[in-house]
Structure formats: structure tokens, C-alpha cells
């Protein structure tokens, strides 16, 4: 399936590099911890969202640690850069460090809701 994710406004690089990196795994590679493979791009996208809209700053120090080495990233091959998503996740781990536990620094919808799926 061919298809491009865009944004219908600017949106802030830290939120968008978190977004894209979970989409991309939820793409290719599935959600394990569901039990289910690779998603849809328009599902694998919506997934991305939710999980943005509504993960707290532990749950992303978590994220952002165990995603270190970036050993999913580098599977995906040219598609997406596996040194700017490494980057990406070190300045959002910088900027999760500050917040409190139980924050949820992304659910307002101007980081999520801006982006959309359009494709065959």
C-alpha cells in the first residue's frame, strides 16, 4: 500500500520524532504486547496517536531507554534514518527527564490530532 502521513499544521518536533518512531514500529512491526503483527498504516497511525495522546512522562523515560540502541529502526532500513530517530528520542528523554511521573506532557491535541494518512 502506497500513502504518505502529513500534517495539517506545524507541530512540535519532539512530540512528531515520538509519534512517527511508534507508528513506524506499530507499521512494521506490530504491537507485541497485544498480540497482533504488523498494523495498517491508517491503523498502525491512529494507534500512534492514542498512545501520545495519553502516555505519562514514566512511561516515556521507559520508552525512550528501552529504545537506546534503536535496533527496530535500523531493521526498517532507508525508510527513516535510524541516527535522526536516535536523536529525536535523546532530546525527548531530555525533555520528559523535568516533568513529573505521572504528567501526560502530549495529550493536548495539537500534538497528535494534526496528522492524517492519505493512500491507496
Known amino acids: ?3 504518505v502521513v502529513g500534517a495539517l499544521w506545524s507541530v512540535n518536533d519532539l512530540s512528531t520524532a515520538l ?3 511508534r507508528f513506524y514500529e ?3 512491526q506490530g504491537d ?10 491508517e491503523r498502525a497511525l491512529r494507534r500512534a496517536q492514542c498512545w501520545l495522546r495519553d502516555v505519562t512522562n514514566e512511561e516515556l523515560r521507559d520508552y525512550v531507554r528501552r529504545h537506546r540502541e534503536m535496533t527496530e529502526a535500523r531493521q526498517c532500513g532507508d525508510r527513516m534514518s535510524a541516527a535522526m530517530v536516535s536523536a529525536g528520542l535523546w532530546q525527548a528523554g531530555l525533555a520528559i527527564a523535568q ?3 505521572d504528567e501526560r506532557p502530549y495529550h493536548d491535541p495539537y500534538h497528535w490530532a494534526a496528522f492524517t494518512f492519505h493512500g491507496a
Open 19 to 21: 509519534l512517527m518512531v
Open 32 to 41: 507485541a504486547g497485544n498480540g497482533e503483527g504488523p498494523l495498517p498504516p
Open 99 to 101: 516533568g513529573r511521573a
Open 1 to 3: 500500500m502506497s500513502g
Open 26 to 28: 506499530l507499521h512494521w
